[in-house]
């Protein structure tokens, strides 16, 4: 615990304390004061330019300016999940354009999530330094030999006009290859506490007494939230994460009162308290929801340019389409088109695709790498692995490849291969990593897979076949020809 306490002490040097003018200087006249939070939350890497070209992160900062114009004891929070699943930035820069945009952000406050260890070691580790804000990670220890790589903390104080507020975070386990709640650690060097409870209970006992408002951001999810309020007590607000639920108006356990504001920048929570100054205690909180709907707030410049200076370096042409659909798709004809893209751009003889790893549907018109990645959006379990739903290659006898065929679930996987299966034949199947590495739980049984390697991402896949289909004048989804188009 020793050496804990010391960098709890060390925070405001390590990891960049509030400047004095951050907030208004105390007022010895007042006998009230409020303090807002707007909270974000998995955000995951949707910062791409809307069709306005406009940010919907740059608007999330713009809403936060335009609350501070008004409440100056106001503080900007995000409960984790930064990365994954968004834009194809991210997949792009390998996290790092995720990290960069986030600085911008310039957040008071924020907790790593799960989903913040998705790229390489260097990535997440960088990601927890931040010297203009709070990073919290309390039931997470750094055991690698430069201690200085890490800059999450357990605990950190922030003091707001007349009051002190006490923060600490706290970060859900791993997951792996099958979406599943995993042991693994989040990274090399990390040791995760997973008794939350025990680690909450810990830092009120050391914290309540030195502040007047004591805020957990929580990156557990909702379910966890609640226990820990009625657990925990001395906790006067949670700011929520991970599961992606909206609390419109948040909820009440005990003293202790919930947030969450849902997910991918949709939203966010304005929570508004009241503190007697005299009394030391809570009086009033309330929570609204923000939409993040194009217009309602000029976007914040600072964040807009950066990420304009992230589409620059990675995709300039991002918004321009690379193909073109013919008719409406649902998630089965994605999911047809994602096989003939694996056969092609693999060169495998079958793919099977699961359709619930289609995201989107497709209607007529051009798509571009973005909406590409957006239907087959990538989530990296466990973390430094490729997505869950990328591609793996695997010798399969033609006897299984036939079984494979005749015996899939037609409900939820879609299957493409040669009409004729010539069963002592060696094929090569493309199919996706979460049916690859647990081919007894999701296969008919029997079927072995031999020379199992990775076959990247399905966007990418995709791209390279809609980049062909395009040469060849042809639409995506069918063989009509593309008006006007010289192959």
Request: hydrophobic share 40%.
């Amino acid at each position: 615990m020793l050496l804990a306490s010391l960098s709890l002490l060390l925070w405001p040097a390590a990891a960049g304390a509030a400047p004095a003018e951050r907030f208004p200087p105390c007022d010895p006249e007042a006998r009230t004061q409020r303090i807002v939070f707007v909270h974000v939350s998995d955000t995951h890497a949707n910062y791409a330019p809307g069709p306005d070209g406009i940010s919907r992160m740059a608007r999330l900062r713009g809403y936060f300016e335009a609350v501070r114009s008004s409440e100056p004891y106001a503080l900007f929070t995000d409960g984790g999940d930064s990365h994954d699943k968004g834009s194809v930035l991210e997949q792009l820069s390998k996290g790092w354009s995720t990290d960069r945009v986030m600085r911008s952000m310039r957040y008071d406050v924020r907790t790593m999530g799960n989903h913040d260890f998705a790229w390489n070691p260097e990535e997440s580790l960088a990601f927890s330094r931040d010297t203009q804000t709070l990073v919290l990670a309390s039931n997470l220890r750094y055991t690698g030999k430069d201690r200085e790589l890490w800059g999450a903390k357990d605990y950190g104080e922030l003091q707001v006009g007349c009051v002190a507020v006490g923060f600490f975070g706290l970060v859900e386990r791993s997951w792996n290859d099958q979406d599943e709640p995993s042991e693994a650690p989040h990274h090399p060097d990390l040791r995760s506490r997973l008794d939350y409870a025990a680690v909450a209970r810990e830092i009120v006992a050391r914290h309540r007494k030195d502040v007047g408002v004591l805020v957990m951001v929580s990156h557990l999810g909702l379910e966890w939230d609640e226990q820990l309020a009625a657990e925990v007590p001395g906790i006067d607000l949670v700011l929520g994460a991970h599961t992606h639920d909206i609390l419109w108006k948040g909820k009440q356990v005990g003293k202790t009162l919930l947030v969450q504001a849902g997910h991918w920048a949709r939203l966010a929570a304005r929570v508004s308290v009241d503190y007697d100054l005299a009394a030391s205690s809570v009086t009033q909180a309330s929570v609204s929801l923000f939409r993040n709907d194009p217009g309602k707030v000029p976007p914040d410049p600072a964040v807009q340019k950066a990420v304009e200076a992230e589409l620059s370096r990675y995709a300039p042409d991002m918004g321009k389409d690379i193909a073109f659909i013919r008719e409406p798709r649902d998630r089965s004809g994605i999911a047809s088109i994602a096989c003939s893209a694996g056969r092609h751009s693999l060169k495998a003889d079958a793919a099977l695709v699961d359709l619930k790893t289609v995201w989107a549907v497709w209607t007529p018109g051009g798509i571009g790498v973005e909406g590409l990645n957006e239907t087959f959006r990538v989530e990296r379990q466990p973390p430094g692995s490729p997505g869950f739903s990328s591609f793996v290659l695997a010798e399969v006898s033609g006897k299984d490849l036939a079984l494979l065929r005749d015996r899939r679930d037609a409900g939820r996987f879609v299957f493409a291969g040669p009409g004729v299966i010539e069963p002592a034949r060696t094929y090569l199947l493309a199919l996706q990593r979460r049916q690859a590495s647990a081919p007894g739980r999701w296969l008919p049984a029997g079927v072995a897979l031999k020379g199992l390697r990775p076959g990247g991402e399905v966007w990418e896949a995709l791209e390279r076949y809609a980049s062909h289909r395009t040469r060849a004048c042809l639409h995506l989804d069918t063989d009509d020809r593309l008006e006007g188009c010289v192959p």
